[in-house]
């Protein structure tokens, strides 16, 4: 979850760096509040995390909550 003022795109992309052009998930939602779900079948690797705004943004606050299967 992204919060804050302003308009922030959230990219991520599984083992390489994402763009806006190259990336495994993007945001939903407008303005200030995005929400990213994964499925149940996500893949083992390293996740990276691109915040990106056209006009800037103030006050950021990320959400990361990943539960790993037993």
């Known amino acids: 979850m992204c919060l804050g003022r302003g308009d922030c795109r959230v990219f991520v992309r599984r083992n ?4 806006p052009e190259q990336f495994d998930h993007r945001s939903s939602g407008d ?3 995005h929400v990213m779900n ?14 990106r705004s056209e006009a800037g ?11 790993p299967e037993e």
């Open 16 to 19: 390489a760096l994402p763009t």
């Open 31 to 33: 303005g200030t509040r």
């Open 38 to 51: 994964f499925d149940e079948n996500v893949q083992a690797g390293t996740y990276y995390i691109l915040l």
């Open 57 to 67: 943004y103030r006050g950021l606050s990320l959400k990361v909550d990943a539960t």
